[in-house]
């Protein structure tokens, strides 16, 4: 059990680390009103192990801390990640739970910008999410949609739900 925990937390402080390293990598456009977060292509790995929550949600807080919207972002972008993440534990459909990211980042992330830096509702809305399409629904789901019969894939990943889920 104690071993199980160790690896877990292991397991997460890697993936939190590379979620910041790719927000570090992509910053010109990882931030803004037309943002498109790469790392957030990983928040589909709770698709596939629920206690990735933990990483991604430890990633996206470390890597708002560079955000040009502190200390907002710490707070809304960093629960819009954890409320997508925890969304996507709870799919079936892979499609399905690469949407949550972009509805939950698209009206937070799009309500701070309106309120902070004043720009247009729903303009915000539009771009954060179209940024989040991109990041998740295009580049996620293509990079475990192209590794679906890949087992070493998913023994990296440590993958101990959904086996046989829907795309």
Avoid at 50 to 62: A, E, F, M, Q, V
Avoid at 96 to 114: K, Q
Avoid at 122 to 139: H, T
Wanted: charged share 15%; aromatic share 14%; with cysteine.
């Amino acid at each position: 059990m104690k071993n199980e925990l160790v690896k877990s937390v292991a397991r997460n402080a890697i993936v939190a680390a590379i979620y910041v390293a790719i927000t570090g990598a992509t910053y010109p456009i990882a931030f803004g009103m037309l943002q498109v977060r790469i790392a957030e292509a990983l928040m589909l790995l709770c698709f596939f192990r629920r206690d990735y929550i933990y990483g991604l949600t430890l990633g996206c807080l470390i890597a708002n801390l560079f955000s040009p919207m502190l200390p907002w972002d710490l707070i809304i972008g960093t629960a819009a990640t954890f409320l997508s993440c925890l969304c996507i534990c709870f799919c079936k459909h892979l499609a399905i739970a690469s949407l949550m990211p972009v509805v939950f980042n698209g009206f937070m992330v799009g309500a701070e910008l309106y309120f902070i830096l004043e720009e247009p509702f729903w303009l915000s809305v539009l771009f954060v999410s179209i940024g989040e399409i991109i990041a998740v629904c295009v580049i996620g789901y293509l990079l475990f949609f192209l590794n679906k019969k890949n087992n070493v894939f998913y023994k990296v990943i440590r993958r101990n739900r959904n086996e046989n889920f829907i795309w």
